[in-house]
């Protein structure tokens, strides 16, 4: 079992950063492949960034891919997604999730194979 909570989230300008974390408990934080997805009001919940159990690898949805980097420290159990050049349509309640891994180099885009999901940290982007 591993409990998610994030934080960072904020009201910020177009072209702001934010940097978004995901505290876990639990000693088994990097036997997980993490994901951050998102959900803007009245749409669905959609990938964002994942990230291995070891964080070679990572993996981003076209929307973000070079404004954000995802990244874990699995000495500090806490995953971090870093938002640069945020833009109005990056307005959604973020939510980390953790999918079990028994490999160094797995990650997944799918919400069903997320087992673990924090409680959402509400990020907006207006001027």
């Known amino acids: 079992q591993v409990q998610l909570v994030e934080s960072g989230g904020g009201l910020v300008q177009p072209g702001a950063s934010l940097r978004l974390s995901c505290a876990a408990s639990?000693?088994?934080?990097?036997?997980?492949?993490l994901g951050w997805f998102r959900q803007a009001p009245g749409k669905e919940r959609e990938f964002v960034a994942a990230?291995?159990?070891?964080?070679?690898?990572?993996y981003y949805a076209l929307s973000v891919k070079v404004r954000f980097t995802i990244s874990r420290d699995n000495a500090k159990n806490t995953a971090y997604l870093l938002m640069n050049s945020l833009k109005p349509e990056d307005t959604a309640v973020y939510y980390c999730?953790?999918?079990?891994?028994?490999?160094?180099?797995?990650?997944?885009?799918?919400?069903?194979?997320?087992?673990?999901w924090g409680q959402g940290t509400q990020v907006t982007v207006s001027s």
């Open positions: 639990g000693r088994t934080f990097s036997s997980y492949a």
């Open positions: 990230i291995s159990s070891t964080g070679w690898r990572t």
């Open positions: 999730a953790a999918s079990p891994s028994s490999s160094g180099t797995y990650y997944t885009t799918e919400e069903n194979e997320y087992n673990f």
